[in-house]
């Protein structure tokens, strides 16, 4: 019988033969950078709708649009950005220092706020960033009490949408001397960061310590409290934001499951978490449900690369974006998935001197801080187009769903019609078939 | 010596009160019918000695910095998480998560105290009198957690820095995982000898051993994961060999 050539392997691809060989091979599940290759329902199955007849648009080339941004306006320091994309947060660790601080100074080019990410806040981030968050998190390594009070915007950490329930994740071949000092934990050690805060381990110790916080914060900031944002991975949406308000959280980072990390089990990132899409509406139908959408604010982020992403993000509801994976590609990452291996050739996630040296700190920080820029130009183009003066007066209403599954997801109508193939989402609430 | 009656005192008023009573030059302070409200005297940052008469609620001390802060009563979970100097002391029991990140002071507990003492500390000293539950040092990162009484089971778990320090007899078998006991060095047992002396408690640094994290000889954490049979003595048992 003749031999079957390149026979249609259907399951088996290379890719699953690949991982099953390995797993046979090491008896343990592999690790993998930069999240999940998934395709997912994403902000590409929308379309934004241009003003004609119904509405002028705005000339793109002779009338202005602003893009300021204001975030947590309830606290008593409301944190206010140039441009609604924010860098998140990625540490010094997973990152390289040279990374960190280009990182930082693209803030300051076009005026926006950047996470510290765990394990401390480098000092010269602190210095070069215009607007710094810095992160609670449950492992608290490299955590101070000072740091706290020098930050323009807070993060208490719950949960990163590329292992959402998993903590941080940092290879041994990582840790170097600096990173351990920083973080306060031996060196070349393979870290596992803790998933659950020990100082607050539920949703009712969680209202007394934001009390706490913000009490401690009012006395040492005279009365400028910044913003205390939770961060949470997309899941049960809904409870979670209900729970957080709740909590008392001035907003909320939402992070969908094909986020990006510098180290993640591969089974965490391609499957658990929701996308940010659906995740996204979920979250702006909770803040209305109860009341919250005008005082709490919404960033989202997990896999937002261009304009039309964050126009997208902004007219279903949000307030911001949070780059990551990104602002990394603008640096000079070509997305090789093996960031875990601390072996990056072009100096962003590597601790080696040697290749850090290779990232030209200023020559990065231009190259994000142009993307920034060029990519807030391109949400104001659409934004523009569909008859807008300021990005944030994008609504839903200009959306439309390209694809019948992200109708359903989001409730937004299927193009070149007013149905909504499930759970309608604001103007089209009643439209549900 | 000021004295401060809070039995009319909201939560909210309450540190900000004592706050402006150590601006306006308190250096001891009384404090009674706390109540067990919330958060007493977190984000104190000022050289104070403050006495609370009563018993306090949740996260006590949170974030204390150079105060003294002794309660009489007991204290409820999270009493001096995130503690960066300065001493709490408290003469009766505590609820969980004591201690929790604290990076520095002494937290001295006289009672008992619940699961999780020590969660995460980076430094600083916890001695409590009585016992420890479950889990006590869980994850800590540096610091020395004394316990005269007796442990709870996993002792230790995945500690990466620190030491706890015990008397429990029974101590070896309650281990966490990644964690060793061992014995006291001379300078250790001097170390807790000079600690009780301090705070009054009847024991001597040599009763003790200590439980160390340990690292294998390639400096990792010996984590335990699912390991149904990749233990090479027992699959070759099944295997007839």
């Known amino acids: ?433 | 010596m000021e004295h401060i009656d809070a039995s009319a005192v909201a939560n909210k008023d309450f540190n900000p009160m004592v706050w402006k009573a150590i601006e306006d030059g308190a250096k001891e302070i009384l404090i009674s019918n706390v109540h067990s409200m919330h958060y007493v005297l977190a984000g104190t940052d000022q050289p104070v000695k403050v006495t609370i008469e009563d018993s306090t609620g949740m996260y006590t001390c949170s974030y204390l910095e150079n105060a003294e802060v002794r309660v009489k009563g007991n204290v409820g979970w999270y009493a001096g998480d995130n503690m960066v100097s300065g001493k709490l002391i408290v003469e009766q029991n505590t609820g969980c998560n004591v201690g929790t990140y604290i990076a520095g002071g002494d937290l001295v507990v006289y009672g008992s105290t619940g699961t999780r003492v020590g969660y995460g500390m980076k430094g600083g000293h916890i001695i409590i009198g009585g016992s420890a539950e479950r889990w006590a040092g869980q994850m800590a990162m540096g610091g020395e957690l004394i316990v005269l009484g007796s442990l709870g089971l996993g002792a230790g778990e995945s500690m990466y820095e620190g030491k706890i320090f015990t008397r429990d007899p029974g101590a070896a078998g309650k281990l966490g995982g990644n964690v060793a006991y061992s014995e006291i060095t001379e300078e250790e047992a001097a170390e807790l000898d000079a600690l009780f002396a301090e705070y009054g408690f009847d024991a001597e640094g040599k009763q003790f051993h200590v439980i160390r994290p340990v690292l294998d000889a390639a400096g990792k954490h010996k984590y335990t994961l699912f390991r149904p049979i990749l233990e090479p003595e027992k699959a070759a048992k099944k295997r007839g060999e």
């Not at chain 1, 907003?251 to 969908?256: A, K, M, Y």
């Open chain 1, 1 to 433: 019988m003749a031999k079957i050539v390149n026979p249609e392997k259907g399951t088996w691809s290379n890719q699953v033969i690949s991982e099953i060989q390995y797993k046979a091979e090491n008896g343990k599940y592999r690790i993998r950078g930069c999240g999940s290759p998934r395709r997912v329902p994403n902000f590409d199955d929308l379309m934004i709708l241009p003003g004609q007849l119904t509405r002028m648009p705005i000339d793109t080339y002779r009338e202005s649009c602003s893009t300021r941004t204001v975030l947590g306006p309830a606290a008593e320091n409301p944190l206010v950005i140039e441009t609604p994309v924010m860098i998140a947060g990625m540490s010094f660790g997973a990152l390289s220092k040279h990374a960190k601080i280009a990182l930082a100074k693209a803030t300051s080019l076009v005026g926006t706020v950047i996470s510290n990410g765990e394990g401390g806040c480098l000092p010269e981030e602190m210095e070069n960033s215009y607007r710094q968050s810095i992160q609670i998190l449950a492992s608290r390594m490299g955590f101070h009490k000072d740091l706290l009070f020098k930050a323009d915007m807070l993060e208490i950490l719950f949960g990163i949408g590329a292992k959402p329930g998993l903590a941080g994740h940092l290879m041994g071949a990582k840790i170097t001397e600096e990173i351990s000092k920083i973080r306060q934990i031996p060196a070349g050690i393979d870290l596992h960061s803790h998933p659950r805060s020990g100082d607050s381990f539920g949703a009712d110790d969680l209202v007394v310590k934001i009390e706490q916080l913000r009490e401690m914060l009012h006395k040492n900031t005279g009365g400028h409290t910044p913003p205390i944002f939770a961060k949470i991975a997309a899941a049960r949406v809904r409870e979670d934001i209900k729970i957080a308000v709740k909590a008392g959280f001035d907003g909320i980072i939402l992070d969908g499951c094909t986020a990006g990390t510098g180290a993640a089990p591969v089974m965490a990132a391609d499957h658990l978490g929701i996308p940010i899409l659906p995740a996204a509406v979920q979250a702006v139908r909770t803040l209305e449900e109860i009341g919250a959408k005008d005082r709490v604010s919404l960033i989202v982020s997990g896999g937002v690369k261009d304009g039309a992403d964050l126009a997208k993000a902004l007219a279903i509801g949000a307030d911001a974006i949070a780059i990551g994976t990104a602002a990394m590609v603008a640096m000079g990452c070509r997305v090789c998935m093996n960031c875990q291996a601390g072996r990056c050739a072009f100096g962003i996630g590597t601790q080696d001197p040697e290749l850090v040296a290779k990232l030209d700190i200023d020559e990065a920080a231009h190259k994000v801080a142009n993307y920034i820029k060029a990519m807030t130009e391109e949400a104001v183009l659409l934004a523009k187009a569909a008859g807008k003066t300021k990005l944030q007066n994008l609504e839903r209403e200009d959306l439309r769903s390209l694809t019948l599954e992200s109708c359903a997801m989001t409730g937004i109508p299927l193009a070149g019609s007013d149905l909504v193939f499930g759970e309608g989402f604001g103007f089209a609430a009643g439209k549900s078939l």
